[in-house]
C-alpha cells in the first residue's frame, strides 16, 4: 500500500493528502506543526520528534503517529512505554538494524526502512521480518506495519508486489500527481493507491461502501482504478457505474460529495468513502442513506438544522434558538435531572432530554455532531491526563446536595467502607465492641426517598386515571421504548406466544406442581362455627377476591417464576378475573414463559405494561384493562409507590398485598458451616441489584473459618456474570460475629429479613427462635433459590423489616373472610340485656331500640 509523504521545507502542499488515512509529514516540527497542518485532524499524519517532551506535546496535540530513529527509540523506550504502540514508529534505516529494533521490550506499530525498493523485496530478512511483523497483531487490535521510504516514483507493479508481503511504500509528494497520464517521473496518486487492491469480479470492479462523517452508510455503490483516480483529483465522489461509466454522483441531481477519505478494508477487497452528502441524500429516493431514513442523534441533529433555517411559527425549537438563556437553562435542568436519575430506564430517558438541548445549542452555534465526535477522537489521543475534579461551585452543590438528613428522618444505614483493590468483601463487625446505637444502625436499610418518589408516580397515575388506554400506551412507549396498538392481551392465549423449548416447560410444569400443593393446603375450605352461648352461633367462611392484579416484573428479563408465585395462590383462592401485567419486550411481546403460566394460572389478561402505569392501570381500570379489586407483586420503587398512592386513594378502592422495599437476605452460620455454601447464599441475593443488602451472622465462628467465608465470596463473585453488580452491593452489607445461636437469633428477630437462611448444626432445632422473617431456609440443602423457584413456598415476601407485621404472599392473601352469626329467639333473650345495656352506655338509643322492640315482644 501506498503511504503519501511531504516535506514542509520544500514548500509542498498538503492538497490530496487529506483523503488518505497515514500521510508521514517530514520537517514538521513541534514548533511549526499547527501552522503547517492547520486546525484540521492531525490523527492523519505520522511526525518525528527527537526527544520524549516533544513527543508527549505532539501526542497531546492529536498527532496519530510519533516517529523516532532507531537510537532515540531504544533510549527512552522505557519513558514511552505507558503509550500505545499504535501511536509510535521507529526510522529503522538499513535492513542490518533490523534485529536491533527486535530487541526493544517495548514494539512499535510502524517500522521504517530507507534504500532501493527492488533490492528489499529481495532481501529474505526483511520480507521474513514483515510477514512475522503482520501477525504479531497490536494489543488494540491491528497489524504491525513495515515501511520502505523510496527516493523515486516506484513502478505500479512493485507496490502491488511489496504490498503481498507486508512492505508498504512511502512515496514523497514530489513523485506523486493526479495527472492521468503522469507527467514523467511521477505516478498517478489513485492509480498508486490502487495497486495493492484486490478484486475477483470478472469486470475488475470494487465494492465500496460509502459513508457520511460519523461512518453511518449511505449506500453501496462500485469502484474502479480510474474512478478512484478521478474522486482523488476532483475531491468528489466519483465511482464506477456498471451501465454508464464513469458516476460523478449529484452531477444531475445537486446531491453531490465532497470526498473525505480513501480507505481499503483489511482484506484490501473492498473500499470506505468517507463523504460529506450535500443535497437532498445519497439515495435516488431522496433520503440519505439507501438503507432508510436517518434514526437518533442523526435524525434530530437534521432536524435541528431544518428548525434553524425555517423553524414553524410557534415552534418550541424555534423559541429555544432565540432564547439563549432558555435553552441554558435547559440545560441546566436536564443535567440535574440525569444525575438524580436511578434507574436504567429513567438515566436512558433523562440522557435523551439533555442530548435534545445540548445539540440544539451546538447547532445554533453550528457545531455538528461530526464536530463533537472529531473532539472527542481527538480529546482520546491525549497521552497526558488532567485530574479531572469538578469547578469549585459544582464541588460545593454536590457536597451541599449531600448533607445529612433532617433530624425528623431515619438515620442511614452504615455505609461502606473502601476495600482492598479489586477485592469484593463485606463490612465487619463485632458484637462485642459495637455501641447499642451502632447495633441498632445496623438494623436500618438504606433510606428510600419516598417524598421524591412520590411526586414523579402520582403524574402517571393522574394521567391514566384520567386518559385511560392512551396514556398507558404513552407511558409505554416512553418508557419501555415500545410502540403498542393495544395494552393488553387477552384469553384464550395464542399457542404461538407460549411456545417453549421441552425442558423449560417441564421445568415450569414441576414447579407449578411444587407450588400449587403448597397452596393449595392453605386454602380455607371449612366454614368456622362458634356457639359463644346458647341460642348465639357465630361463622366464619372464606370467599375469593374477585378481581386481582398481579404484577410480574420483566421486560427483557425473562421471570416466569414471580408469575407462578402470584397466578397460582390466586387460582387456588378462586378469584373469578385474574389481570395480569408485565412490562413487553423491545419488540411488543411478551416472553413465552410468563405466557405460558398465564395460561396454566387461567389469567383472563395480561396487560403489555410495566411501572407505575400498569399499576394505575389495574387500579382505576381503563377502556379495555378490567379495574382489579387487590394488586399483589414486586417491583421497582415506582411500582411500590404507585401501588401505595393507589391504596390510600379512597375513590379508587383497592388493596396491595405488602409494601415492599430492596431485596434481603439474613444468613446464620456456626463453626461447622460450608464456607462455600455459606458465600453462593449471600451471592444469590447480592446480584439482584445494586441496593441489595446481605448479612451474615457468624454465631462463634473462629477467624480461619470467617477467612475462608470471606476468600469464597471474593472467589464466587468474580465468576458471576453480574459481578459489577455485586460489586456494589456486597460492600454495602456486612457481617456481625456474635458469640453464640442465641445472640444471632436475636438480631435476626430484630432486623426482620425477607429471607432466613440457617446454616447451623440441628437448623431445625432453631425454628422456635424465628419470630420475624419472610420465609426460613433450614439447613445447609436449602438454599434460597428453591424457594425462589420451585419447592413450593412463595417467594413474593415482605422486606425492609415489614416482616415484623406482614407474611408473604399465600392463598389467604386472595381471599377474604366474611362471619355471620344467626340468634334464635331464646338466644336474643339471653343477650339482649348486655347488648342494650352498652347501646346505652354509648349513646346510640337506635341501637338500643333494634333490640328492645324485639325483647319486649318476647317477654310478653
Keep these: 500500500m501506498i503511504i503519501p509523504a511531504f516535506d514542509e521545507s520544500n514548500g509542498s502542499q498538503k492538497d490530496f493528502l487529506a483523503f488518505f488515512s497515514d500521510v508521514l509529514a517530514e520537517n514538521v516540527t513541534i514548533a511549526n506543526y499547527e501552522s503547517v497542518l492547520g486546525n484540521d485532524s492531525k490523527a492523519t499524519y505520522w511526525l518525528c520528534a527527537s526527544n520524549v517532551d516533544d513527543a508527549l506535546k505532539l501526542l497531546d496535540a492529536g498527532v496519530g503517529k510519533i516517529i523516532f530513529n532507531l537510537d532515540t527509540y531504544l533510549q527512552i523506550e522505557n519513558d514511552i512505554n505507558h503509550v500505545s504502540p499504535q501511536r509510535l514508529g521507529v526510522v529503522v534505516g538499513s535492513s542490518q538494524s533490523l534485529s536491533k529494533i527486535q530487541q526493544a521490550a517495548h514494539q512499535p506499530s510502524v517500522y521504517i526502512l530507507a534504500g532501493d525498493l527492488a ?51 512511502i512515496v514523497p509528494k514530489q513523485f506523486l500527481t493526479t495527472s492521468s497520464p503522469a507527467e514523467s517521473g511521477k505516478i498517478n496518486i489513485g492509480q498508486a493507491f490502487m495497486a495493492s487492491a484486490i478484486t475477483d469480479r470478472a469486470d475488475g470492479l470494487y465494492p465500496t461502501m460509502v459513508v457520511d462523517e460519523r461512518k453511518v452508510a449511505l449506500g453501496l455503490v462500485y469502484s474502479s482504478v480510474e474512478s478512484v483516480a478521478e474522486s482523488i483529483k476532483t475531491g468528489t465522489g466519483v465511482y464506477q457505474s456498471r451501465t454508464r461509466g464513469l458516476w460523478y454522483k449529484g452531477a444531475t441531481s445537486g446531491a453531490t ?39 437518533g442523534i442523526s435524525a434530530l441533529e437534521k432536524t435541528l438544522f431544518q428548525r434553524k433555517q425555517n423553524a414553524p411559527e410557534g415552534s418550541y425549537t424555534a423559541r429555544l434558538f432565540n432564547d439563549a438563556k432558555l435553552l441554558n437553562a435547559k440545560i441546566m435542568e436536564e443535567a440535574e435531572e440525569l444525575c438524580e436519575a436511578n434507574t436504567k430506564e ?52 454536590q457536597n451541599n446536595s449531600e448533607k445529612p438528613a433532617a433530624p425528623a428522618q431515619p438515620a442511614a444505614a452504615p455505609q461502606p467502607v473502601a476495600t482492598e483493590s479489586g477485592r469484593i468483601k463485606m463490612n465487619y463487625h463485632d458484637a462485642t465492641k459495637i455501641s447499642s446505637k451502632e447495633r441498632a444502625d445496623l438494623l436500618k436499610r438504606p433510606i428510600i426517598n419516598s417524598s421524591d418518589i412520590m ?91 374477585e378481581k386481582v392484579g398481579l404484577y410480574v416484573p420483566g421486560g427483557t428479563a425473562v421471570l416466569p417464576s414471580s408469575a407462578l408465585m402470584l397466578g397460582i395462590p390466586a387460582k387456588v383462592a378462586g378469584c373469578k378475573q385474574i389481570v395480569l401485567a408485565t412490562p413487553p419486550r423491545p419488540d411488543g411481546s411478551i416472553v413465552p414463559d410468563v405466557m405460558y403460566v398465564a395460561h396454566k394460572v387461567g389469567a383472563t389478561h395480561v396487560v403489555t405494561a410495566g411501572g407505575a402505569q400498569a399499576v394505575a392501570a389495574m387500579a382505576y381500570g381503563t377502556e379495555t384493562i378490567p379495574k382489579v379489586d387487590k394488586i399483589c407483586g414486586p417491583g421497582n420503587q415506582y411500582v411500590t409507590a ?104 436475636d438480631f435476626s428477630n430484630d432486623y426482620a429479613p425477607e429471607h432466613l437462611i440457617l446454616h447451623i ?15 426460613v431456609f433450614v439447613g445447609a440443602y436449602s438454599p434460597e433459590s428453591c424457594g425462589d423457584y420451585a419447592s413450593g413456598t412463595n417467594h413474593t415476601l415482605p422486606t425492609y423489616g415489614y416482616s415484623r407485621m406482614y407474611s408473604g404472599v399465600n392463598t389467604l392473601t386472595f381471599v377474604k373472610h366474611i362471619t355471620s352469626q344467626q340468634l334464635t329467639a331464646d338466644g336474643l333473650n339471653r343477650l339482649g340485656d348486655t347488648v342494650m345495656q352498652l347501646a346505652e352506655r354509648e349513646g346510640l338509643e337506635a341501637h338500643r331500640n333494634a333490640v328492645a322492640i324485639r325483647v319486649a315482644d318476647l317477654r310478653k
Design 119 to 169: 533490492t528489499i523485496a529481495q532481501d529474505s530478512n526483511v520480507v521474513e521480518f514483515a510477514v512475522s511483523a503482520k501477525k504479531n497483531l497490536l494489543p488494540e487490535g491491528g497489524a504491525r506495519r513495515i515501511c520502505v521510504l523510496t527516493d523515486r516514483a516506484p513502478q505500479l507493479e512493485l507496490i502491488s508486489s511489496l504490498d503481498k508481503v507486508n512492505l508498504d511504500v
Design 761 to 775: 448444626d440441628n437448623a431445625e432445632d432453631a425454628i422456635p427462635l424465628v419470630q420475624n422473617a419472610g420465609s
Design 455 to 545: 411526586s414523579r408516580v402520582t403524574p402517571i397515575i393522574n394521567a391514566v386515571r384520567e386518559r385511560g388506554d392512551a396514556a398507558v400506551l404513552e407511558l409505554t412507549a416512553k418508557f419501555d421504548r415500545v410502540q403498542l396498538p393495544t395494552t393488553v392481551i387477552k384469553a384464550p392465549f395464542s399457542p404461538e406466544c407460549m411456545q417453549l423449548d421441552e425442558k423449560t416447560k417441564a421445568a415450569i410444569d414441576q414447579a407449578y406442581d411444587n407450588i400449587y400443593k403448597f397452596h393449595d393446603a392453605q386454602m380455607d375450605r371449612e366454614t368456622l362455627v362458634v356457639e359463644t352461648m346458647p341460642g348465639v352461633v357465630c361463622s366464619r367462611f372464606a370467599r375469593p377476591i
Design 346 to 397: 429513567d438515566v436512558a430517558w433523562e440522557a435523551a432530554d439533555l442530548i435534545y438541548f445540548a445539540i440544539t445549542r451546538c447547532v445554533a452555534a453550528g457545531v455538528s455532531v461530526s464536530d463533537i465526535e472529531k473532539n472527542l477522537d481527538k480529546k482520546s489521543l491525549k497521552i497526558s491526563r488532567r485530574p479531572g475534579n469538578a469547578k469549585p461551585k459544582w464541588e460545593a452543590a
Design 257 to 295: 460529495q465532497t470526498l473525505l477519505n480513501v480507505q481499503f478494508d483489511c482484506d484490501a477487497d473492498a473500499l470506505q468513502f468517507t463523504v460529506r452528502q450535500n443535497g437532498s441524500g445519497f439515495c435516488h429516493l431522496n433520503t440519505k442513506s439507501c438503507f432508510g431514513a436517518e434514526s
Design 642 to 745: 404507585a401501588k401505595m398512592l393507589a391504596q390510600n386513594d379512597s375513590s379508587c378502592l383497592v388493596s396491595i398485598d405488602m409494601p415492599a422495599g430492596p431485596s434481603e437476605v439474613l444468613v446464620v452460620a456456626d463453626q461447622n458451616s460450608n464456607p462455600a455454601y455459606v458465600a453462593s447464599d449471600l451471592l444469590s441475593q447480592a446480584e439482584h441489584g445494586a441496593d441489595s443488602q446481605v448479612v451474615l451472622v457468624a454465631a462463634g465462628i473462629t477467624d480461619e473459618k470467617l477467612a475462608e467465608i470471606e476468600e469464597q465470596i471474593h472467589v464466587q463473585a468474580s465468576r458471576l456474570p453480574r459481578v459489577d453488580i455485586v460489586r456494589q452491593s456486597i460492600p454495602k452489607s456486612y457481617t456481625l460475629r456474635v458469640a453464640n445461636l442465641s445472640e444471632a437469633m
